[in-house]
């Protein structure tokens, strides 16, 4: 089965390593820089899994597509991971009550690092 990957990320050129990684890893990708283009996107390709960064254009961030994502019942077991800049206690903590599989700061986490989890994290499903 094909694992499609949503990419929820507001720097292209970040979004463009991360989708290169992620194909190289076996998955399909799909990339949205918008919590409103990322709910399309997940209406339309049902995604397997979620890396989801906290900032994003426009004026929603990760927490509100997060919330959407698990209020849905559709698709509220998608795992989800958060890669972010900055990881502040409140921002942690809330997206671990929404469920999240990992919180990563990207300086202190390589690509292929949080793409090995990810596989993993699948597996056990």
């Known amino acids: ?29 799909v990339a949205a820089r918008s919590v409103d283009d990322a709910l399309q996107l997940m209406a339309a390709k049902r995604p397997t899994v979620i890396w989801l960064d906290h900032y ?3 004026d929603k961030d990760g927490i509100d597509f997060a919330h959407a994502v698990r209020s849905n019942d559709d698709w509220k077991t998608v795992p989800m991971y958060v890669v972010s800049n900055t990881a502040s206690t409140d921002k942690v903590t809330t997206y ?24 993993a994290g699948i597996r056990r499903e």
Do not use: C, P
Not at 2 to 24: F, G, P
Not at 96 to 119: F, M, Q, S
């Open 56 to 58: 994003l254009l426009g």
């Open 96 to 119: 671990n009550e929404l469920g999240i599989r990992g919180y990563y700061v990207k300086a202190d986490h390589r690509l292929d690092e949080i793409i090995a989890d990810i596989k």
């Open 1 to 29: 089965m094909t694992q499609i990957a949503l990419i929820v990320e507001d720097d292209l050129s970040l979004a463009e390593a991360i989708n290169k990684k992620l194909q190289l890893n076996g998955f399909r990708t």
